[in-house]
């Protein structure tokens, strides 16, 4: 008698990294020319701290927060061509980019009862991605989907990335706020998941002398 034949696996490409080291472009235009899914998760962490502005929850109460985490309605697409997300029925894909959330998602993103039902809310979209998934954050190399075939840590010098903002957000926005955007929330990033230094296995790319199209051709080959 034949053994039944395994689910086929879904191929998963991770991409971790700093503020502005390109992982939402560079992870689209993966998933683009691979035929594959993409997930943006610093988006679901982005949607939690617009909703926890709305309620108007004090950023100290780590147990209300927690609480909104898990009883949100969060819908975040997957399609690399029309990225979007919504929150208890709001559309917040615009909202969520604000220089206002920017300043404030690292305040529900440390709290560890938020990560834990995150974590496990992306790893069910990981695993239910046909024919395959890129994801993009800060531990999906690590904690999401240490089992990926690709691994990535994307990286890029502090000024470069800085300067990237400065394009994104234009003349508005002051040298203060753009250090606080990038490093010093990258400060409070890494104190819960690693993306500074590459977990063994993981590849590491600095993205500073290279253009998108480069970044994504490597990781291509790499898949
Ligand atoms: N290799 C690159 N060279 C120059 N600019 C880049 C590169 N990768 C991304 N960018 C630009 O930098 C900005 C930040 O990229 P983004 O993908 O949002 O980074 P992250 O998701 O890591 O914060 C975007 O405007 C993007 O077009
Ligand atoms: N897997 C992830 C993804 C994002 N985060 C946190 C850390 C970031 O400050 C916020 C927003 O992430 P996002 O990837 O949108 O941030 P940048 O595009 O790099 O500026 O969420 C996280 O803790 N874990």
Not at 124 to 145: K, M, N, Q, S, Y
Not at 151 to 169: G, H, I, K, N, W
């Amino acid at each position: 008698m034949s053994s039944p034949t395994p689910a086929s696996e879904p191929t998963v490409v991770a991409i971790d990294g700093p503020s502005g080291s390109g992982k939402s472009s560079t992870a689209r235009g993966v998933a683009r020319r691979l035929g594959l899914a993409y997930l943006d998760t610093g988006a679901m962490y982005r949607a939690l701290a617009w909703l926890v502005l709305q309620a108007d929850v004090e950023p100290t109460d780590t147990v209300a927060i927690a609480n909104l985490a898990r009883h949100m309605e969060l819908e975040v697409s997957t399609d690399p061509q029309r990225p979007g997300v919504q929150v208890n029925g709001h559309d917040v894909t615009e909202a969520i980019r604000s220089p206002q959330i920017s300043a404030f998602v690292s305040t529900v993103s440390t709290v560890p009862a938020v990560r834990e039902h995150l974590v496990r809310v992306q790893q069910e979209i990981v695993a239910a991605a046909e024919p395959g998934i890129v994801l993009e954050g800060r531990d999906t190399t690590t904690v999401v989907a240490p089992q990926a075939e690709v691994r990535v840590l994307l990286v890029a010098d502090p000024s470069a990335r800085m300067a990237r903002r400065l394009t994104e957000l234009g003349d508005a926005v002051t040298d203060e706020q753009l250090h606080d955007q990038v490093v010093r929330r990258d400060a409070d990033d890494s104190t819960v998941a690693r993306f500074t230094t590459a977990a063994d296995g993981v590849v590491v790319i600095d993205s500073t002398q290279l253009s998108l199209a480069e970044v994504v051709d490597e990781i291509c080959a790499l898949a």
